[in-house]
């Protein structure tokens, strides 16, 4: 079935410059807590596929931001000519569940370029620290990856028929935009937390795919 919605943008992938990428890396890592392990808040395909080596991992809270889909993708489970959507962070008065990893001390460097590779290459991310409640060790300050709402390929809040109409057969790099939110709600299930929105997206994209 031909999913496409008449909403449907065509856009164009733009890699963020080296020297911008370089400049916001060297600034978060400045402003990493000093003498403390990295930890990094998983929110999204973090949760199942991280791109580091840990040594801990837990359940973790955080206040004050929602995980929705609120950004175009075009490389990772969409192309220009036909975007998926992807996740992020809006920070407002909600929490949001996640995991929250501690970085292996033997891996930092590298799991800084790869972090850097997969979340900040075309900017529709802010990089920051936050501090999440875990239930093994307690609040840590953790790096995650929040929304730059100034980005081209931030789409703000839509209905859940025209989110469905998007991701209904969108395709990436990475796989499917389907299997995306499938694993998604896959790992919050295992966190004991049930987003009412996202099930029933699922069950919609569910029936477009048929």
Same mark, same amino acid.
């Given at each position: 079935?031909?999913?496409?919605?008449?909403?449907?943008?065509?856009?164009?992938?733009?890699?963020?410059?080296? +020297?911008?990428?370089?400049?916001?890396?060297?600034?978060?890592?400045?402003?990493?807590?000093?003498?403390?392990?990295?930890?990094?808040?998983?929110?999204?395909?973090?949760? !199942?596929?991280?791109?580091?080596?840990?040594?801990?991992?837990?359940?973790?809270?955080?206040?004050?931001?929602?995980?929705?889909?609120?950004?175009?993708?075009?490389?990772?489970?969409?192309?220009?000519?036909?975007?998926? /959507?992807? /996740?992020?962070? +809006?920070?407002?008065?909600?929490?949001?569940?996640?995991?929250?990893?501690?970085?292996?001390?033997?891996?930092?460097?590298?799991?800084?370029?790869?972090? !850097?590779?997969?979340?900040?290459?075309?900017?529709?991310?802010?990089?920051?620290?936050?501090?999440?409640?875990?239930?093994?060790?307690?609040?840590?300050?953790?790096?995650?990856?929040?929304?730059?709402?100034?980005?081209?390929?931030?789409?703000?809040?839509?209905?859940?028929?025209?989110?469905?109409?998007?991701?209904?057969?969108?395709?990436?790099?990475?796989?499917?935009?389907?299997?995306?939110?499938?694993?998604?709600?896959? +790992?919050? +299930?295992?966190?004991?937390?049930?987003?009412?929105?996202?099930?029933?997206? /699922?069950?919609?994209?569910?029936?477009?795919?048929?």
């Amino acid at each position: 079935m031909d999913a496409r919605s008449p909403d449907r943008p065509k856009l164009k992938y733009r890699e963020l410059p080296k +020297e911008e990428k370089f400049r916001l890396l060297m600034e978060t890592r400045a402003a990493r807590p000093a003498d403390q392990p990295m930890w990094v808040f998983a929110f999204g395909s973090l949760m !199942w596929n991280p791109c580091y080596d840990y040594d801990a991992k837990a359940p973790a809270l955080l206040k004050g931001y929602d995980r929705k889909f609120h950004i175009w993708t075009t490389r990772a489970r969409g192309t220009p000519d036909c975007p998926g /959507l992807g /996740l992020c962070l +809006e920070d407002c008065s909600g929490s949001c569940w996640g995991i929250a990893h501690r970085v292996t001390p033997d891996d930092e460097e590298a799991a800084w370029d790869r972090l !850097w590779e997969r979340e900040m290459s075309s900017g529709v991310y802010r990089p920051g620290w936050v501090t999440v409640e875990t239930k093994d060790h307690g609040p840590v300050v953790a790096l995650t990856f929040i929304v730059n709402r100034d980005h081209t390929h931030y789409t703000g809040p839509m209905p859940l028929d025209d989110m469905a109409n998007i991701m209904a057969g969108a395709k990436g790099k990475y796989g499917l935009c389907r299997d995306y939110l499938a694993g998604t709600i896959s +790992e919050m +299930e295992k966190l004991g937390v049930i987003d009412p929105d996202l099930v029933s997206l /699922l069950e919609k994209v569910d029936k477009l795919e048929v």
